[in-house]
């Protein structure tokens, strides 16, 4: 009996389904492989659960003249009254009755525009939920993992991003997460398609997590596998930086016979071409830190530094930098005022380290501008808080082009109606990044619009 049309039909579709299930699965087989080797290679992978529906913004093709503004550069003071001139993504003109009649044209009166602010110490765009392990991407297996570059697990469509520069932050130092040599962070944008368009050129940076030896047990056995398990954590971070070194010097005259990646990635280090992140709070662990920065002549950055303001000699003398992130934070200590976390940056300035803030979070680093303007009220003045989230941010970085309002500098403005460091009174209207005005609708926003609605 020969099929009817309907049969025929089915049968074409049945096939049709068929090869479609098989081809999906050929190309999730191939997937799944490339997610084994680069396991099996030791990277970062990220596997994007969510993604925000705004789109990023287009480069900047029309000069853009603001006038009457009240210019908060971060590096020339404050500028009443004044015009700025941004196009091709760069600040091309300050000063009073600037002519440009093909730019568009905004007037600022009454109000601010500070540079964009830069998050350091994040995780953004590593986590989505903090208690769903698939969804968190900042922290890898094993201890010694200079190799890995966190930029590989940055997602630039997390809905977390948009509800960070909503606040006027418009880069974010992605740093990985680990017990030991963690990996590289990196500079990215916090507006962008791809991870390629959101990344910042910067020096390479490598991150240490140093341990810590916590409140001693008071039993005598105890007390001393502490000390001892202590000891060997310190003694395995100090063999990895000697074969490293042992590697450079071998690189140098030729002789490697073998490519070790952890070691070939660490080369710009002993170069003198990158910066070692060290994660430290206690005096203890910033001296420790300090020698071995001091014996390999590595340019140090001490990222926490509780304890740095009590040694500024010794960071002083081996030109050191902080990145302090507990300025909304308790005391570490009992006995210590409840008031000292928020006066360490005016003591770091005291001791004239150079330093900026940080804010060790993902969703939670909108908070930066707070935690500035809190610094504000314990001994650092508008500008020195400004500077510490915007300028010195960039500085420490190694960009020297951006964190300010000045000629040549990226265009990142945030556009305010009131202080941008006082959540009370900050009324962000715009945030420009290269220029690129930025879409500042968010998850949050969309929530509420939905449920005011209800």
């Known amino acids: 009996m020969k099929p009817t049309t309907q049969v025929k039909k089915a049968l074409s579709n049945a096939l049709e389904h068929a090869q479609i299930q098989q081809t999906v699965s050929r190309k999730m087989s191939m997937a799944a492989k490339r997610v084994l080797l680069c396991l099996g290679l030791g990277c970062i992978v990220t596997l994007p659960v969510h993604g925000h529906d705004m789109i990023p913004a287009e480069a900047q093709s029309t000069a853009i003249l603001f006038t009457n503004a009240s210019l908060h550069t971060a590096i020339d003071g404050v500028k009443l009254n004044t015009d700025l001139l941004i196009e091709d993504g760069k600040v091309k003109a300050i000063g009073q009755n600037l002519i440009a009649p093909q730019a568009i044209h905004v007037d600022a009166t009454d109000k601010h525009i500070y540079p964009g602010l830069i998050a350091l110490d994040t995780s953004l765009g590593l986590v989505e939920v903090e208690m769903m392990r698939p969804s968190n991407d900042s922290y890898e297996v094993g201890e010694i993992n200079p190799q890995l570059e966190v930029i590989t697990a940055f997602n630039p ?108 990635s660490l080369l710009p280090l002993y170069e003198g071409e990158a910066q070692l992140f060290v994660h430290a709070n206690t005096q203890k662990q910033i001296e420790e830190a300090a020698s071995l920065a001091k014996q390999y002549h590595f340019k140090l950055v001490i990222v926490g530094g509780y304890d740095a303001w009590r040694l500024g000699e010794l960071l002083n003398e081996i030109q050191a930098k902080v990145i302090y992130t507990r300025t909304l934070s308790l005391p570490m200590r009992k006995d210590e005022p409840i008031d000292l976390s928020f006066k360490i940056p005016a003591l770091l300035k005291q001791a004239e380290i150079p330093f900026a803030l940080g804010f060790s979070s993902d969703w939670n680093s909108r908070n930066l501008p707070l935690a500035a303007g809190q610094t504000v009220a314990y001994g650092l003045t508008k500008q020195e808080a400004l500077k510490s989230v915007s300028l010195d941010a960039a500085r420490i970085l190694g960009v020297d082009n951006m964190g300010a309002i000045a000629v040549g500098y990226q265009a990142n403005l945030v556009v305010s109606k009131g202080d941008i460091l006082d959540p009370m009174e900050t009324r962000i209207e715009k945030v420009y990044i290269d220029g690129r005005e930025i879409d500042l609708n968010n998850r949050q926003q969309q929530l509420y619009q939905k449920y005011l609605k209800r």
């Open 157 to 264: 469509d997390s809905e977390i991003i948009p509800t960070i520069r909503v606040n006027g932050i418009t880069h974010a130092q992605i740093v990985p997460q680990g017990d030991s040599l963690a990996g590289q962070s990196s500079l990215v944008s916090l507006d962008s398609w791809t991870v390629e368009d959101a990344l910042v050129p910067t020096q390479a940076a490598f991150h240490l997590y140093w341990p810590r030896l916590g409140r001693l047990a008071q039993d005598k056995e105890k007390r001393q596998e502490q000390i001892e398990k202590y000891d060997q954590r310190i003694a395995d971070i100090s063999l990895a930086i000697s074969d490293g070194y042992r590697y450079f010097l071998a690189s140098k005259v030729n002789k490697i016979n073998k490519i070790d990646l952890r070691w070939q």
